[in-house]
């Protein structure tokens, strides 16, 4: 059941016009799945901010060169985490992919839109650009927005081609798997 979420989450980036309001019960939902993400030392130091008012949406449309359909998302969840732990990224990256896999879920498109690494048109710092923008203080750290809404159109899910035995390793790198643990349809590594 979780590998066919895995298979059907794809990064939207398309929404139904009109900005279609995401049900409170569904936003629940995405929060719950960021908030159960594994966490290093179980500090559960990860941080959620949901932003729905339009005119801020517009604004985080311009937080990176990759955010443009924020503008025309029904919602978009910030994810921060303190500083306090080496291990921000890795706790807000965990809680991403599994918001990304929870709005599969719940019928809807996410797709995570970096903030560290990334860069701005104006050639800015994003994180710097979102901290101002929502009031998040400087000890907690952005990873990334997912903007979220309702799927303009349905993506094919992923293939089996997708699984390359190749990148696989068994004990020793450069080892292939055995041909048992491999998914039936997947490609024979040569």
């Known amino acids: ?5 895995i298979k ?10 009109g900005n279609l309001p995401v049900p409170p019960e569904k936003i629940t939902s995405l929060l719950e799945a960021g908030f159960y993400a594994p ?22 449309a311009s937080a990176t060169k990759w955010s443009l359909m924020i503008r025309k998302a029904s919602l978009c969840i910030v994810v921060m985490c303190k500083k306090t732990t080496e291990y921000w990224l890795v706790d807000s ?4 992919e ?13 797709v995570w839109v970096a903030i560290q690494g990334a860069e701005r048109e ?8 979102v901290r101002n923008l929502l009031g998040i ?16 159109k ?8 997708e699984f390359d035995p190749a990148r696989a390793h068994w004990n020793t790198y450069g080892t292939p798997p055995p041909p048992d643990v491999l998914p039936p349809e997947a490609p024979k590594q040569t």
Do not use: W
Request: charged share 30%; hydrophobic share 35%.
């Open 1 to 5: 059941m979780v590998l066919e979420a």
């Open 8 to 17: 059907k989450r794809r990064s939207i980036r398309k929404y139904v016009p």
């Open 39 to 60: 966490t290093a030392c179980n500090r559960r130091l990860t941080e959620f901010l949901v932003v729905t008012k339009r005119e801020k949406l517009e604004k985080l």
């Open 93 to 96: 990256a965990a809680a991403t």
């Open 98 to 110: 599994n918001i990304l896999l929870e709005a599969v879920n719940q019928g809807l498109g996410a």
């Open 122 to 129: 104006d050639g800015g710092d994003p994180e710097e650009y």
């Open 137 to 152: 203080p400087e000890d907690m750290g952005v990873l990334c927005l997912i903007s979220v809404g309702f799927p303009a």
């Open 154 to 161: 349905e993506k094919t899910p992923h293939t089996p081609e």
